[in-house]
């Protein structure tokens, strides 16, 4: 039977394309780019043209790209680079209260060495407001980081709308861009961003391979210190098999956006309709516009999103939650905490996320092998007991 991985947010396949670019550069292109001889020069210019093909998947240019380890490293790198720049010791940080685990954990991180850190919250869609970004300016602002789109519930982010205000407070912006590169349009000038951070696996490109965009002017200090590649920026010998994978599956994404995002959407319709038509108590998480085209987050009544997704995998359908236990701790997703959803229905979240190889035949298979799973456990949940319903 086929497997069903609907699990695109965690990460993506790579495309046989970009394996096959990827491949001459382990063995027989091997040189060290920072080599003057043709081996040198040879690996030296394939990172070249990768960083063209990254930086026209986000509209920069390519002397504005340095590649990074992962969209990890870029989030780290944008956020402390900023604050060790910045000649105040007493700085401020706005972001959200949503971001990815690598903004949150580097936010506190600075926090316990004395930054302040304003954590915005969203509306029940999981919006930022932009006027909050206004509100929460101060003089001793030196960084807004507000993601792009959710990686959980799909949300996507005023950006632009918070761009504006930042320039006009001469504040720099970053934004985490790795669930929207390459899915949906991305342009650091219609944004008004000044960082932007990407990550290869997430667009059907290798693993332990990221980007971090920085405007011309921007200030930022490195933290990996050695050689002088990347302009100075990042220290050591280059990843060259990763980021010619990563330029090659920049490259292909940008020319499929639209026609994929297209598709994606329909599916995406086709999945939201069929589940509230054969699951009762059921909401959507996240925008119902505002959205991801390959994302549907709902939250089910009376279940556990873990039990849910354990059923389904035995059904060889892979989904996630934003339950518990699947985060190895006892608290349930903050970012479905930040939407105010109560701990029930946070627990009871499921995240689906479909991407190139998804098929019209996967989202059958789910809405086939979802209600009666639901119906089961619900027969067995104190919970809906307790409810009297
Ligand atoms: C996956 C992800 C990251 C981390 O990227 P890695 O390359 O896996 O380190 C950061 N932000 C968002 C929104 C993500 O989805």
């Known amino acids: 039977m086929r497997r069903v991985y609907l699990d695109c947010a965690a990460t993506t396949p790579m495309r046989d394309e970009v394996l096959e670019a990827m491949s001459p550069y382990f063995k027989v292109r091997f040189g060290n780019p920072s080599s003057i001889h043709s081996f040198g020069q040879e690996a030296k210019g394939a990172i070249e043209e990768a960083r063209e093909k990254v930086a026209a998947l986000v509209g920069g240019r390519g002397e504005e790209i340095v590649f990074t380890s992962s969209g990890t490293e870029a989030d780290n790198f944008a956020i402390k680079g900023t604050v060790y720049a910045s000649k105040r010791n007493d700085n401020h940080i706005i972001t959200s209260s949503i971001e ?3 903004v949150l954990e580097s936010c506190h991180f600075l926090e316990k060495r004395g930054t302040s850190v304003t954590y915005l919250p969203v509306d029940r869609y999981g919006l930022v407001d932009p ?11 030196v960084l807004i980081s507000i993601m792009h789109a959710s990686n959980e519930v799909g949300t996507i982010e005023p950006i632009a709308e918070i761009g504006k205000i930042a320039r006009e407070r001469g504040i720099p912006l970053h934004t985490d861009a790795v669930q929207t590169a390459g899915h949906i349009p991305v342009n650091v000038d219609e944004l008004g961003v000044d960082l932007l951070s990407l990550s290869a696996h997430k667009l059907y490109g290798p693993k332990g391979m990221g980007a971090l965009y920085i405007r011309k002017g921007t200030r930022l200090v490195s933290f990996m210190h050695g050689g002088e590649q990347e302009r100075r920026r990042r220290a050591s010998t280059e990843n060259v098999p990763g980021i010619v994978g990563f330029g090659k599956a920049a490259e292909l994404s940008q020319s499929e956006l639209s026609k994929e995002a297209q598709r994606l959407t329909s599916l995406r319709t086709k999945l939201i309709e069929g589940l509230f038509e054969r699951i009762d108590r059921l909401i959507l998480n996240g925008h119902p516009t505002k959205r991801l085209p390959n994302n549907v987050n709902v939250s089910i009544e009376f279940v556990e999103g873990e039990s849910i997704l354990l059923n389904l995998d035995l059904e060889n359908i892979a989904v996630s939650t934003g339950s518990a236990c699947s985060s190895s701790s006892l608290e349930p997703s903050h970012v479905l905490l ?7 229905l946070a627990h009871g979240s499921l995240r689906f996320t479909m991407g190139l190889y998804t098929i019209e035949e996967d989202i059958d298979r789910v809405l086939e092998a979802l209600p009666p799973i639901v119906a089961r456990l619900r027969a067995m949940s104190p919970l809906l007991r307790q409810s009297g319903i």
């Open 100 to 102: 990815h685990h690598a």
């Open 131 to 141: 006027e909050d970004v206004r509100a929460a300016i101060t003089e001793k602002t």
């Open 338 to 344: 930040a939407l105010c959803l109560p701990h029930e």
